[in-house]
T-cell receptor, first 111, second 114 residues
Framework: GQQLNQSPQSMFIQEGEDVSMNCTSS?????WLWYKQDPGEGPVLLIA???AGELTSNGRLTAQFGITRKDSFLNISASIPSDVGIYFC???????????WGAGTKLIIKP | EAGVAQSPRYKIIEKRQSVAFWCNPI?????LYWYQQILGQGPKLLIQ????????DSQLPKDRFSAERLKGVDSTLKIQPAKLEDSAVYLC????????????FGQGTRLTVV
């Protein structure tokens, strides 16, 4: 079946640092989504990507849809304390309505 | 605009008991999803409705889980009987269309089976 590998599993960073995380798929996706989940809340959509090579920004967040259509990257610039949480990637292929989710990247800011 | 409403927020039951969760999606959203999220993992789709019809329930353990969306608006998810491994957060989400990426999630129901 389709699988998503998301890395890193967790990140400890200093406030102000830039952050990068990525997802790779065993198959081709036509949609890549990035969500953030805070404790006790449901995931919130950050960025949606629909085209290979697409680069989209949302404030300090930038995500890219890989050229091979099997990967995606999320970058956060100048991290702030409210960036802590779990970031999930999710992808969808044209053959299936279902979203395939990564296991998440937990972002922790060092005091 | 009101978000996706779920209740209860928390539930503790003993194994072999039954439990039901309720979801009211965003007004006008035809597609409703139930996800199971085990601690440390991403959400796993259990069932997807388009209006009152089931689009995908391939990962729903049908021997113990059931869900309905009778009038195409709110939905209930039931587990009967519950097992220890059902302990998870159950998330409801809704979107405008079947293939819409703009799915909005509720806060979830945290179920603990003891």
């Amino acid at each position: 079946g389709q699988q998503l590998n998301q890395s890193p599993q967790s990140m400890f960073i200093q406030e102000g640092e830039d952050v990068s995380m990525n997802c790779t798929s065993s198959s081709i996706f036509n949609t890549w989504l990035w969500y953030k989940q805070d404790p006790g809340e449901g995931p919130v959509l950050l960025i949606a990507l629909y085209k290979a090579g697409e680069l989209t920004s949302n404030g300090r967040l930038t995500a890219q849809f890989g050229i091979t259509r099997k990967d995606s990257f999320l970058n956060i610039s100048a991290s702030i304390p409210s960036d802590v949480g779990i970031y999930f990637c999710a992808g969808r292929s044209d053959s299936n309505y279902q979203l395939i989710w990564g296991a998440g990247t937990k972002l922790i800011i060092k005091p | 605009e009101a978000g996706v409403a779920q209740s209860p927020r928390y539930k503790i039951i003993e194994k072999r008991q039954s439990v039901a969760f309720w979801c009211n999606p965003i007004s006008g959203h035809a597609t409703l999803y139930w996800y199971q999220q085990i601690l440390g993992q991403g959400p796993k789709l259990l069932i997807q409705f388009q209006n009152n019809g089931v689009v995908d329930d391939s990962q729903l353990p049908k021997d113990r889980f059931s869900a309905e969306r009778l009038k195409g608006v709110d939905s209930t998810l039931k587990i009967q009987p519950a097992k220890l491994e059902d302990s998870a957060v159950y998330l409801c989400a809704s979107s405008f269309g079947l293939r819409s990426s703009e799915a909005f999630f509720g806060q979830g129901t945290r179920l603990t089976v003891v």
